[in-house]
């Protein structure tokens, strides 16, 4: 009688690479074999490698970060046979709970270095940097960036069920057509599939060929099935409602995250780390008719840390860019400005641009659209928490420069 | 002994066209005489007439909406002369209150046409459309949307200091070369300058000509001085750090919003009223080097409606377009799909599509950049209250239409 | 069509005595002659004079509030007629707005002496005191307690319907009996009905005398209405359902305060004003029984001002008093415990016990009944906002003794 | 480099008596010997048995309830010597993270009888019963309560420093007091010495003998140390300021709940629980002076779930007793009646008045002490969360009775 203990659908193994586990894989495709059952209503426990599966060391150098192998990436734990899913149906994903492994209490946030991954603002800080952050319960702090410390809003980064043939078919055609219609810039704007270092968990052979071959990467969320969304606010207690496309759902999540900031700028921005999550899976029948559904939706759980709503200090950018050229409605580029107004004012406490690079993509910045429909103007803001500070940011005191040390940088930066 | 009543910095006449009144102007330029003065640590009351300067009334026709004459609109009150301010300085405003005319409790929310203002999402719903809201104290709610009912995030749309001549050219320069390099767009980019129906306060003559010729339309907020930002928490409580430019400030306001969603993308979204709202100035010298500031910065007040976090269903939307088309890290295609989603799932309650515009523009809806590195896709969320509405819209209820009845269209829709 | 200007179902005139103005009365009894009507359904605006009538000025010296006439107190405005309101039903009050008025943006917070009203603390601080409080907005502070400043949670210290003749009778026998039974306590238990000074609204004559030899005093709240409940939370937004006991329900309202602590503990605790109130009707018919209703109870509105949970410094209080007898379960007395901790805490910034004791009644500070069974100790909490304060009180922050000036004393004090 | 795996300063064995582990104790006596060191500064762990120390069974049972023994209860782990503490400081206690044992994923609510252990209702509600409780992630279940599933506020119910041999004496004295002052009532009104089942830790021979002579009970917390206080707040995030009276500080905790709602009125009305603990643990030098404290104070995390203001039915009680009989203000007696008017409402959808009783003391209820002042009636508040039932509680909705289930009986009853 009574509640047994919650049944792990799978472990991961810390000391044995990660494309050697047969509970991973790194990319999208409908052949990859189930890596478990999960019954409809079950609670289980999954455990996640971090998303560059175990590549980033706990030190003071980002030269692991400047050569990760990209190609190694986003290793996911699944994909798991949810029984009674078809396509059709919805998947409710309840996230009862995401903590870090026990015999690894740190993570790691990441600026990569423009020629290998990039961010959002790599043409600005093209180097590579790295912050490892240490937990304590629910918080954090970090070496690297002395002077903050705030409660993780824990999630994972991925999750979603494995696209249909034909979606598969759909994101290779529209991803390639972008490839094609961008050769002109210099930078990569989409990755192909790559058949180097797949990984196609317990699949072999034809089947680990053929996933290579037309596999989708995991680095984009893509809006048939979610993936890659990096919602900071997907966090415990959290219910998603993912799209079922083949037969079994074949679900996956990896990529956990201690913590998030809206747009998670830097790429690997998030703190990453290696974890647990428990999840409740219930099958909604015919769901994607019934709720009118194309891409997922959520209901964040009750929990988030709450710092009162004047507690923020808001900063707005516009879609002007930083050489003043009038861009159209562009929320990126207000976005991109409204990061630099953040970096122009924490500046003055004493943080070189990269430790506030690395912050702003992984504490609890709050990034809204405010207007899009003033034109030229689009116009977005970046509320920052004054909280997870302590010293006192707010704008009616006078900024003194501290020694703020500094974040990891490459041995050749 | 004890305090005096609040002064009114400025009173409105609504029965009065708004371009006799010398209190108000419509466009930004230094040469726009003042409208008062205002001590360095002083608390008033502005009164505002609403953005149009009564052009739309309280009846079931959007022919009014359809029929805006856009050379008239955007009345702001001032500008004021807030002694001591010079250019460097920053001017906090702390807006101590917002509230609507006591002899005009409503508002209005309107869907422009394409060919008059358009809106966000104009090449999709390109007719005219409008809702008037009854306010009943904090609450608001519309006989053109039945259904939903919520307390406002009261704020101004509209609040800055003029520019110097310097910033205004810059102005008029950059929106005339975004004019020039679109010009086989088929729609209207920008405002330029326009002489027609220039209202330039107590300024006539030779000054009111001036100002018609160069002065910058009121449209577009710009990262200089803040303007017409839109942005829905700027409510009771914030303050707003503003960069002063040109000796005594020459602060305007206007554009009151009873309530407005992230990205107000009906244009006409949030809820326009006529209001008063009091403000406490105070100078910050040099403030503008002190802060590192090029763009506004706020703090909101603590007052905001509180939901609890699981009360939002949050809808998902990706930068590939709704002709399947992959665009690279767009968070304007991104927040477009988002909103086409929420679209797809009010309109199973029964709503038709206008209303659910109209709904997302001015309810307290949360717009975020959730991830904007993962490339090619960026991803942004809406979240909508599931609370405002009287009915359950969680995704666990089978969604039944009900009769909900209809906005008002312009006669010749 | 459209919206009118809301209605108002009663004005005051501050200029008029209180006991002259036939929508105020100052007793709860069912033969108060209506001082209107009001439709089920409908919404209203209700003027209130402050609790005492206008007794108390704006100045700096306490003689008006040691010299109050207690039995002129609680003018109430009402009662109205709820059409088609009987015994039985519920009366839901959704509470719209609350506001003082335009012409007199101050307030007042008092301590009683102990032998006119007394308060909670009354054997240890006995003098009388007063602060008078400045309106901004939704902001309020004192000159006589500088270093705070905060939002109003706005709200009606009285409301209900009147008592039936059954009722009536009730209370005035039990009342009366612990006044018997506590006679030889050195204090004020209850106050019995008081012909002295009774306002009956329009009723005169036979009426009115009655209303003075029977009519239930308006000080303290009963369970069978609600009346005088000093509910901090019962702000803008909140719906109330209230008991409906005779024949129209002969609803009240008045006591208007602009903030107040959890137990407003100085008795004239609150920031007591004159107000307006928006409040809308309707009837629940046979609410009562439907609900299994014996008090009222109410559901708060959305926009309290939040500092999030992690901005309250909470104390403790135990059921062992000051001389360190124990008592048996007592939360009176543990939170008459928990209130000295506070001035223990708050002393060494250098506020004196009665600006102390001033702000822990108007402020919103949070009491809690923490654990109430782990005999013989009740526990009670008061959690105190930090960011009320312009200077931080945090326990890691060596408190400096500061100049805060002092409250309003009597001039023989 | 990097972040070690935090260490264990004590862990605990579900399979063996609590009374055979050294590292638990159940008296509070200054001499129970140390059960580990910890620095200052330093992060541990802290295994903690549930306050029963195993008694009580997943089964459908209260046999086990009615039956416990409570002279073995509240062990606690510790006590720890926390280097450099003397007395007079101040133990900054942070609790970083609380989990319940990842083998024993449920915990359960019990009504003890009245005649062992009784509760704050048991002269209405004289029975034993019980209710267990499924965790699932932060969520938690009970097949004895149907309807219901809430986010845990997880917290320690005890937690505090030993007193010193003069404090202990002053405890001893003054509930020896009470106890002889009481004779004449039908109830214990507190536990004195006892050494039947004293349990010192690792001490034996002449200190247990001391300890069990004149140790503490750990049912009630105690102003100068905190102890038991059962506040539903100090959860994860929070900052406990614990007074030092020995040298080390002797710090001990236990009794952990999943959840409690303000009051914890059913006495084992929390949900308890085994599980581990996780505080950095920081000496203040000199702190009880420079704070100017007698009691602990704390500061809560941000974490705590969040409902939103407006997702709370509060219900109203007055010191008017369930016979009519009126005490003159007494909140002991007014949170009893507002806890009688939740019985009442709640009953009307099916559950039993057990059922109600284990939920109010385990689920997030905010009890408030609404006005302490307006003579003779103290008014206290019960705020129930909304959305912790699956079904529609809201006064608009007309009930239904359901069929749910009960709680857990004993066997006679």
Redesign the interface.
Known sequence: ???Q??RYAAKVDLDKPAAEQEVLHNRWHPDVPFAGTIKNGE?VKIECVDWTGGQI????SADDVRDVDLTKIHYLTGPFEIETAEPGDVLVVE???VQPL?????GFTGVFPKDNGG??LDDIFPKAAKA?W??????CSSRHIPGVRF?GLIHPGILGCAPSPEILA?WNK??G??IEA?THMDR????PPNATNVHAGSGEGDIKEKVGKEGART?????EH?G??????LS??SKV?LPVHVKGAKFSVGDLHFSQG??????C?AIEMAGVI?I?FTV?KGGME?????????????????????????????S?DEN?????????V??R?TCL?VF??L??FGYNDYQIYLLLSCAPV????????????????M?VPI?IFDF?I???I??EKKDLGSCAFASNH
Not at 228 to 233: A, F, L, T, V, Y
Not at 366 to 381: K, L
């Open positions: 009688m009574g509640k203990e919650i609670v060391g706990n030190n003071d996230i009862q709970d026990q015999e690894q209490p740190w961010g959002f490892i240490d937990f304590e319960g629910i918080f409660a759909t529209r991803e057509e972008l961008c990569i704007v989409a990755q680095i984009p969320g893509r809006p979610g890659n969304c990096d919602i900071k606010n415990r207690g409602y809206d747009g998670e700028i830097s790429f921005g428990t409740k909604m019934q709720l009118g559904m194309k891409s997922p939706i959520y209901i964040p759980g009750p929990v988030e840390p709450q710092f009162g709503p004047g507690r923020y200090i808001y900063f707005e950018g516009f002007v003043g050229k009038q861009h159209y409605m562009d929320a990126t207000a976005y400005q107004r122009e004012y500046r003055r709050q990034g809204h659209i405010a207007g899009i429909v003033d034109i030229p103007n689009a116009c977005t803001t509320g909280d006192d707010s704008p009616h006078i900024a």
